[in-house]
């Protein structure tokens, strides 16, 4: 079974920064695009930032120009770099990826979340 672990959350102040990481693992073929979501506490889950396979990135309005996400391939790992952190991007962070099985089937995966808390 594939699996996503995401690790890297954790507090810090408002204006400071955090990387996430995303390691993908299990009997994988390829992997096409890769993201980022978050979920407050009592609110919907939301789109942070998408990668595709080639690296074209895209990310919500609330983050552009503060955070970046990129991958490696060959480490089956997706990255958000966190910049100029503000308390209202406090939330569980999951990490998302269409996976290519070595079955040749696409599948959507999802990791348990990392904690993300900005204080003021």
């Known amino acids: 079974q594939v699996q996503l672990v995401e690790s890297g959350g954790g507090l810090v102040q408002a204006g400071g920064s955090l990387r996430l990481s995303c390691a993908a693992s299990?009997?994988?073929?390829?992997?096409?695009?890769m993201g980022w979501y978050r979920q407050a506490p009592g609110k919907q889950r939301e789109l942070v930032a998408t990668i595709t396979n080639a690296g074209s990135t895209n990310y919500a309005d609330s983050v552009k120009g503060r955070f970046t996400i990129s991958r490696d391939n060959a480490k089956n790992t997706v990255y958000l770099q966190m910049n100029s952190l503000k308390p209202e991007d406090t939330a569980v962070y999951y990490c998302?990826?269409?996976?290519?099985?070595?079955?040749?089937?696409?599948?959507?995966?999802w990791g348990k979340g990392t904690l993300v808390t900005v204080s003021s």
């Open positions: 299990g009997i994988i073929f390829s992997i096409n695009d």
């Open positions: 998302a990826a269409t996976v290519r099985t070595i079955a040749r089937t696409l599948m959507d995966y």
